[in-house]
């Protein structure tokens, strides 16, 4: 929050390097998955099954990544939270950290929708005032 200014630039900038983030801490799920379904596919050739268990897999993976990447936004919109809810006690207008607070609960909130991230991200940056 100590780089937000309210540009598109710096938001889009911002959001670029969180997502970055995100994609980096995935690498390990993605190692596995690719494991799981090298495995399940040599399992498929070497007994002749049909690839519905294939399909089932990609969809158990498709799940978990988008539990591990809303998981990580929450813990970053938490932190997010914490900066401006401390800045409250020091505050003299506390007006823009609050409404700041109800913006990052709304992004919060908005995750169970699956929305596109980087959109709801940049919106949220956007429009938050600097520290």
Do not use: C, S
């Not at 980096?24 to 596919?41: K, N, P």
């Not at 990580?72 to 997010?80: N, P, S, Y």
């Not at 950290?97 to 596109?116: M, Y």
Request: negative net charge.
């Amino acid at each position: 929050p100590h780089r937000v200014d309210r540009t598109g630039h710096t938001a889009a900038a911002l959001v670029d390097e969180v997502v970055a983030h995100i994609d980096a801490a995935q690498g390990a799920l993605d190692e596995r998955h690719e494991a799981e379904r090298i495995a399940l596919e040599e399992q498929i050739e070497a007994y002749g099954m049909r690839t519905t268990p294939l399909k089932d897999l990609e969809k158990k993976h498709k799940r978990e990544v988008r539990r591990h990447r809303n998981a990580e936004i929450r813990f970053g919109l938490a932190v997010l939270a914490g900066e401006y809810r401390d800045r409250l006690a020091t505050a003299g207008d506390p007006t823009p950290h609050l409404a700041a607070l109800r913006a990052v609960q709304e992004a919060a909130e908005a995750l169970v929708r699956n929305p596109n991230e980087t959109l709801l991200l940049q919106a949220l940056v956007g429009g938050l005032d600097p520290l």
